[in-house]
Each structure stands twice: as structure tokens, then as C-alpha cells.
């Protein structure tokens, strides 16, 4: 598919750098959603956290029945043939509170759209059980989210990450290739490190350093909270001195899940090997900006060859940003774009 160029995204003027509109609407942005918790377990006896919002009968573009708050109820099966759910992914050490993401199910809801956000393990609010926790390259749990959505009985199902969760989306995709299940028909995702490795290094830059240190102290926090748990299963040897994000991935990720390294771990999980083999619709948004990105997180040669993959890189955005300009900044452009490639493909 060609890339999408130029972008229409203009941000508003107080926002004048990539740092500004990644912080502050993750600090001020507000978003409230009534969500409905469902907790399933998983074969390796863990547990998935599951937050649901359902679309509004008035929204435009679908057929809606009433009476869809009982999914367990009759009828369950004539609903779900004429609902579409978007089941989304948050970023690293989110959850489905964040601004991003809520403010992305409200948008979506208001246009008649079911909405499934889950939490990763450990990020719902209360540890998982095994020592294991969540990596960029995990599409396991998505599989079973999205088997459980089908067994729910959904015929049309979207997929809509941000950041991390945007790669394991997007590596979920081209794992599945052409034998992915005919109900999931599109996919959408925002700010997305497609080469882990580069962009990794990115984060370790003198301008990043705020998000490093962020996203060391809720990592660090979490692998101590589960050794107070796990004694003798989850060491901490070594990781007081962690700095970064990479250094986190090679002492404590990589050999938690089975990867020899670091290195080993960014290689195997980039979503970027895995885009030719994408057979859905599916929109990549990367603002060129965005301070968590690489220069190869934006393929734009690989962009125009690829048959099912759309790009577009805004030159403004930030990280998760896109604050809208003008008076209105109630729903982000973000929301407005991936609504419009869902119902329209462009």
C-alpha cells in the first residue's frame, strides 16, 4: 500500500515539540470510562484482566440491538453477528486507564463500537501469579483474548494497539499471516518502536532520559514486589545498578522469557520482520518526532511494497500524543484517524 503522505495532523502551537506533546497529555489529558471488569484465566493457571465498553446503540455505521449488557444472555449469538468489537493493547507498564488508550474507547464507543482493552500481566492493579510477566514479543495472551472474544460469540473483530502493545499487535499479525481467523478484519496502531534494538538506544539519548528513568522505576518496583513474593524464583541480584531500559531487558526480560540476551530479545520480538506477512488492512501511525522512535521505526521503502500495510508519519505527534488543535481537544486526532481507517480502509 503507498504511504500516506503528507499526514494532516497539525498539533496546537503550545505543543511546539515531540517532549510537549508526549507529556502533557499523559500528565493533564483526563478521560473517564465506566468500564466492566472480567477477570479469565490462563492454561499456565495465571490470569488476564479484561476491561470492556460497550458502543453506543446511536452511533453511526452499525446495527445495534439492546439488551447487549448480558453476554451471557439469549440472543447473544444474533448480537455478536451484527457488533464489531475492537479488542486494544496498551503501551509498556500501562494499562487501560491510561489517557491514550480511554480516550480511544470513548471515541470508539460513541461510534457504535464494542471495546475489549486488557490489561498485561501485572498491569491491571494486582500481581499475576507466575514469575513470568509480559514482553514485547508475548502474543500468547492476545490469543487468548481474542479466542475468548470469539467464544463470546463476535463475528467482527478489530485490533488497535499503542506502542508496545502496537508491536504486539502488529508481530501477532504476521505470525497469523494468511491463516489469520476470518473474523478479525482490521488493525490500527499508534507510536509503535518496530526495531526494538535501535530503539532501545533511542530511549538511552540525552533528550530521553526521563522515560528511561520512568519506565526503570515501575519495572524495578514490579520484579522486587514478585521476589517478596517469590523468594528463591525471581533474583534481584544486580538490579539496583540498572539505568536503563536495555539494561533491565538484558539482566531481568530476556532471561525470564527464555531469551539468551537483550539483543536476542529486540531481535526476535520487532514487529518489523513481521510486516510482509501481514494479510489484513492494517494502519501504522508513527510521528517522526516521537522521542521513543528510531530512524527505522519509520520503513517508508518498506511502506510501498508491502500489500495489506498502510504507514503514515506525521511529522508532529509525540509519543502517544497527537493532541488536537483548535478549541475542541476532546477527542484526539488519534482517535478521529483510527475511526476513519476502520470504517473506511484510508
Not at 470469539?150 to 499487535?169: C, M, R
Not at 540525552?206 to 514486589?225: G, H, M, P
Not at 539483543?263 to 510482509?276: I, M, N, P
Amino acid at each position: 500500500m503507498p504511504l500516506l503522505f503528507p499526514s494532516d495532523y497539525r498539533p496546537p502551537a503550545h505543543l511546539w515539540n515531540g517532549h510537549l506533546q508526549t507529556i502533557i497529555p499523559a500528565l493533564f489529558r483526563k478521560v473517564s470510562v465506566s468500564y466492566t471488569r472480567e477477570r479469565i484465566e490462563t492454561p499456565d493457571d495465571d490470569f488476564l484482566d479484561l476491561d470492556w465498553s460497550y458502543g453506543n446503540p446511536s452511533g453511526s455505521g452499525h446495527l445495534h440491538l439492546s439488551g447487549f449488557e448480558n453476554l451471557t444472555g439469549v440472543g447473544v449469538q444474533t448480537l455478536k453477528d451484527v457488533r464489531t468489537l475492537v479488542i486494544l493493547s496498551h503501551g509498556l507498564e500501562g494499562d487501560s486507564g491510561r489517557q491514550y488508550l480511554a480516550g480511544m474507547v470513548r471515541h470508539l464507543t460513541a461510534n457504535g463500537f464494542d471495546c475489549l482493552a486488557w490489561n498485561y500481566r501485572s498491569c491491571s492493579g494486582e500481581m499475576n501469579r507466575q514469575a513470568r510477566f509480559y514482553h514485547l514479543g508475548e502474543t500468547g495472551d492476545l490469543q487468548l483474548v481474542i479466542d475468548y472474544a470469539l467464544q463470546k460469540g463476535y463475528k467482527h473483530i478489530n485490533l488497535l494497539g499503542f506502542s508496545a502493545g502496537g508491536n504486539v499487535t502488529l508481530k501477532y499479525l504476521g505470525e497469523q499471516g494468511k491463516a489469520i481467523h476470518p473474523a478479525i478484519e482490521k488493525a490500527v496502531v499508534f507510536s509503535v518502536p518496530l526495531h526494538l534494538t535501535s530503539a532501545s538506544r533511542r530511549l538511552e539519548a540525552w533528550d530521553s532520559q526521563i522515560y528511561n528513568q520512568r519506565f526503570n522505576r515501575t519495572l524495578k518496583r514490579k520484579v522486587f514486589e514478585k521476589a517478596a513474593l517469590m523468594p528463591g524464583v525471581i533474583h534481584t541480584e544486580g538490579l539496583q545498578k540498572v539505568r536503563t531500559l536495555r539494561e533491565f531487558d538484558n539482566l531481568f526480560t530476556s532471561r525470564l522469557h527464555g531469551f539468551r540476551d537483550a539483543e536476542d530479545y529486540y531481535e526476535q520480538s520487532s514487529a518489523l520482520h513481521y510486516l510482509d506477512k501481514i494479510a489484513i488492512p492494517t494502519l501504522i501511525v508513527n510521528a517522526k518526532n516521537d522521542p521513543f522512535l528510531s530512524r527505522e521505526c519509520f520503513p517508508e521503502e518498506l511502506a510501498r511494497q508491502l500489500p495489506n500495510v498502510w504507514m503514515e508519519f506525521p511529522t508532529q505527534g509525540g509519543h502517544c500524543g497527537f493532541t488536537p488543535a483548535g478549541p475542541n481537544r476532546t477527542v484526539y486526532w488519534s482517535e478521529e484517524r483510527a475511526l476513519r481507517f476502520l470504517r473506511n480502509t484510508n
